[in-house]
C-alpha cells in the first residue's frame, strides 16, 4: 500500500514534507507506524545529500551563518534544509524561539526548508526524530541538510552521529574561547569556523592560528580527513565560499557512504539495546529488583552475584 503522502513527498511538495515530519515527530503508536512505513517507502528516494552539523556556544553567529550560507546555496540551485536539534525545548516541551525569525531571508527562500527542534521527549527521541526528518527531506529533493545544534553542549554527539561533517563556530577571541570549547566537542569538528572575522581581524587570525595547532594535536596519524580552521563573517558573507569549499573538499576525501553506513549500524544496535532494555524491564518484578539492590547495598551480595540472581532466577546465590 502506498502511503498518501509518499508521491507529493517525493515531488518535493513542501506541504507534505511537513505533514510527513510532523507524523514522524508524533509519539502515538498508529502515527508511529504509519510514519515508518512511510519512510520505509522513501527510503531508497534519500541518501543524496551532504548533512552538514553544525555547532557552537550561543551568541556566536550560528541562525546568522546559517541563513547567509544557506541563502548562498539555495541562490546557487540547492535545495536547502535546515534542521534544529534542541534539547532544552525538549524539556520545556516548548517554544520553538521562532527559527523562522532567527532566519528571515531564508525563510522565504524557495530552495529552502526549515524546520525547527521537535519538542517534547527525551533528548534520544528528539535525536531520533532529526534522523527520520533528514531522510524525508532527502527524499523530497533537498541536497544540503544543515543540523544545527541549539542547545548548549548536550546534542553535539547526536548531531555529530547523525550528520557527514560537523563544523565548530567559534570566536575571534580564541584564547578564552579555547578554554570554553570542551575538548570532546573539538575533537568531533571536520571543520572549525572562527566567526565575526570582521568585528577583529587580527584576533581572528591568530585565533585560526591557535585552532589549527589544537586540531593538528587532536588528529590521530593517518585519518583520512585533516580538520581544518578558517575565518569567516556571516554578516559580510565574506570566507563562506571557503567553508563550503572545505566541505565540498572533505566529502571528495572521506566516503561518505561507509561513514553513513557505520552510522546506521551504530543507530541500530542502539535502538535494539534500548528495545531489550525495556522488554526485559517489563518482566522484572520490581520488589525482587528493590530486594536484591537492598542485599548489594548491604554487602550482602556482590554486585555481580545480584545481577546474576535476577538473569537465572533458579540459580540464587
Ligand atoms: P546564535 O545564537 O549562535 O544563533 O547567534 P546569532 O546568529 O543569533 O548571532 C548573534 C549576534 O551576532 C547577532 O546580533 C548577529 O547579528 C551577530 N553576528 C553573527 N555573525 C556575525 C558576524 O560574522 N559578524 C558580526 N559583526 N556579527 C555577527
Redesign the pocket.
Known amino acids: 500500500m502506498v502511503h498518501p503522502l509518499s508521491t507529493p513527498l517525493l515531488a518535493g511538495q513542501r506541504r507534505a514534507l511537513a505533514k510527513a515530519i510532523t507524523l514522524v515527530e508524533s509519539t502515538r503508536p498508529e502515527h508511529e507506524r504509519e510514519a515508518q512505513a512511510l519512510l520505509a517507502e522513501v527510503l531508497p528516494r534519500a541518501g543524496q545529500s551532504v548533512r552538514v552539523g553544525l555547532t ?10 546559517i541563513e547567509a550560507l544557506g541563502v548562498r546555496l539555495a541562490d546557487a540551485g540547492h535545495r536547502v534544509a535546515v534542521l534544529a536539534v534542541d534539547p532544552s525545548s525538549a524539556r520545556t516541551g516548548g517554544s520553538i524561539m521562532g527559527d523562522k525569525t ?1 532566519m528571515p531571508r531564508l525563510t522565504v527562500h524557495p530552495g529552502a526548508f526549515i524546520r525547527p527542534s521537535p519538542s517534547g521527549g527525551a533528548l534520544g527521541g528528539v535525536a531520533r526524530r532529526t534522523r527520520e526528518t533528514i531522510i524525508l527531506c532527502e527524499a523530497a529533493g533537498y541536497d544540503v541538510i544543515l543540523v544545527e545544534t541549539v542547545g548548549v553542549g548536550q546534542s553535539e554527539t547526536q548531531v555529530a552521529a547523525m550528520t557527514d561533517l560537523f563544523v565548530l ?1 567559534t570566536l575571534p577571541n580564541a584564547g578564552d574561547e579555547l578554554q570554553g570549547i570542551k575538548r570532546g566537542i573539538m575533537e568531533l569538528a571536520d571543520v572549525c569556523v572562527v ?5 577583529n581581524p587580527a584576533a581572528a587570525v591568530r585565533a585560526q592560528t591557535e585552532l589549527r595547532a589544537a586540531l593538528t594535536l587532536l588528529t590521530p596519524h593517518g585519518a583520512p580527513w585533516r580538520p581544518t580552521a578558517l575565518r ?5 558573507g565574506e570566507g563562506l565560499a571557503q567553508v563550503w569549499d572545505a566541505v565540498e573538499s572533505y566529502c571528495a576525501q572521506v566516503d561518505v557512504q561507509e561513514k553513513r553506513r557505520a552510522q546506521t549500524t551504530v543507530w541500530f544496535d542502539e535502538l535494539l539495546r534500548e528495545a531489550a532494555w525495556r522488554a526485559f524491564q517489563a518482566r522484572l518484578d520490581p520488589a525482587r529488583v528493590q530486594a536484591l539492590r537492598a542485599d548489594v547495598a548491604a554487602g550482602r551480595l556482590t554486585a555481580v552475584q545480584g545481577v546474576t540472581a535476577l538473569l537465572q532466577p533458579d540459580a540464587a546465590p
Open positions: 557552537g556556544v550561543p551568541g556566536v553567529g550560528k541562525s546568522t551563518f532567527r563556530l566567526n565575526k572575522a570582521d568585528t569567516a563573517s556571516a554578516l559580510t
